[in-house]
């Protein structure tokens, strides 16, 4: 028993030296390397006198802010440049419904969903100590998959007869571009970025629309 547990924290250690020279900084290039980590979306940043595309049923704040957590695939093309993707997963709000409740006061739960996000990425390291390096990050990511939804608009006649209504198909999805700037040491990485446009559904205006937000990533090793 006692050579079995010896044996098996000999291979995990040799395996966990392994995993951490493949992804030193002169020795990654043309590798694939798969992470996993989380982010925190901090609050919107937009202008308040922007004005809101229509009916928004949802808290434009809460929906874009909180908690993400994400794999993640980056490629060295050479020890400094790497081309990168991730796909993050957040269960958060999906909308305010005011429909069901009946009579003048009343209230009901809000609706939520698994929101998905895709994102395609440049990162540029620089090393500035031994085992670590800076790195900044231009992207341009895809937010808010799954957050479709059905809009009803009725017309009425002068006399207040519906003449017909219209059912479309909406969402809240937005294509921001995404930079960053980083700290990594060996296989942690931690970043401060930005997601931003000025092209979402919750304005009509071309209003800014900054999500500031803190990314914590664990690289797993080579693949």
């Known amino acids: ?18 995993a951490q020279k493949s992804y030193d900084i002169n020795n990654r290039q043309g590798g694939l390397f798969f992470s996993v980590g989380s982010e925190y979306r901090i609050t919107p940043i937009y202008s308040m006198d922007a ?24 490629y060295f093309v050479t020890k400094n440049l790497s081309l990168g993707f991730s796909n993050s997963i957040r269960y958060d709000l999906h909308m305010l419904p005011i429909d069901e409740i009946e009579g003048d006061f009343g209230v009901r739960a809000a609706d939520k969903t698994f929101i998905f996000g895709f994102h395609f990425y440049l990162n540029y390291h620089v090393k ?15 937010l808010n998959g799954g957050t479709e939804f059905r809009e009803k608009a009725s017309f009425y ?12 198909q909406e969402d809240f999805e937005y294509q921001p571009w995404n930079f960053g700037i980083g700290y990594k040491k060996n296989k942690v990485s931690l970043m401060l970025g930005a997601y931003t446009t000025s092209v979402t559904n ?20 080579k693949l």
């Open 1 to 18: 028993m006692i050579k079995k547990t010896t044996l098996l924290l000999l291979c995990l250690i040799s395996l966990e030296l392994c």
């Open 51 to 74: 004005s809101l595309s229509g009916f928004v049923p949802v808290s434009v704040d809460l929906q874009n802010s909180g908690v993400a957590f994400f794999y993640a695939f980056d």
């Open 128 to 142: 500035v100590f031994e085992n670590s390096e800076l790195f900044i990050r231009l992207g341009k990511s895809f």
């Open 157 to 168: 006649d002068d006399n207040g007869d519906l003449l017909a209504s219209l059912f479309t």
């Open 202 to 221: 919750y304005f009509n205006d071309g209003s800014a629309f900054i999500v500031p937000y803190v990314q914590f990533k664990y690289n797993l090793g």
